[in-house]
């Protein structure tokens, strides 16, 4: 079991409004809810190579993406798979501002997204988003581990259990970070470890 924190502000860009089901409704314990992946420059091609060079967990216990890897040989593959999607017309369509070269500049960037990605189903992740400018956090946890799904924009996203609001007065005392997604510091998570049998 892992935590990790994440800001709603994917690509940089603020959500104003976080935390709202297809409905328009504020989400509630136990619905399912999609959050984007960071950076995401993941395509379904580039999941096929990435199984191929053993970057997939394949027993039944975990089936996702290994929490530690090889970012040199992560970096040549999306160049790859970069590549020979430019060159075929017809699925030009995956490639889109997240997964252009300039992704491949920033070690940092595919270390979050990967982060993100590489969640197992026993792995917790706070997210801290907006609502009416209000700053609010729900914690939530994966609902199937190493699933990739996409809108029809081709823009990937993992689905994820609602857990619960995180408390006013356990939000203000978490630790702020401006990345997209980080491991929670060990003070955070024994401040939401009491949230999740509730």
């Known amino acids: 079991m892992s935590f990790y924190g994440m800001n709603d502000f ?43 060079a053993d970057f997939y967990n394949k027993d039944e216990k975990n089936k996702g993406l290994k929490k530690e890897i090889d970012f040199n040989n992560f970096q040549k593959i999306i160049k790859e798979n970069l590549e020979e999607l430019d060159k075929i017309p017809l699925l030009r369509k995956w490639i889109h501002k997240n997964n252009t070269n300039e992704i491949l500049k ?3 960037k595919l270390k979050q ?16 988003g907006k609502n009416n400018g209000i700053e609010e956090a729900y914690l939530f946890q994966v609902e199937e581990e190493g699933v990739i799904k996409y809108d029809k924009f081709c823009i990937p996203y993992c689905s994820f259990i609602v857990k619960c609001k995180i ?14 997604v980080w491991n929670l510091g060990s003070n955070d998570i024994k401040l939401i470890k009491s949230l999740i049998n509730e």
């Open 106 to 108: 920033s070690k940092n």
């Open 10 to 52: 994917l690509d940089r860009k603020i959500t104003r409004n976080s935390f709202i089901n297809e409905n328009g409704k504020l989400i509630n314990k136990g619905d399912i809810y999609n959050l984007k992946i960071p950076w995401g420059f993941i395509n379904p091609f580039l999941e096929k190579k990435l199984y191929d």
């Open 167 to 180: 408390p006013d007065a356990i939000y203000k005392k978490l630790k702020s970070s401006s990345k997209e």
């Open 113 to 128: 997204s990967y982060m993100f990605m590489s969640l197992y189903e026993n792995d917790y992740i706070l997210v801290k």
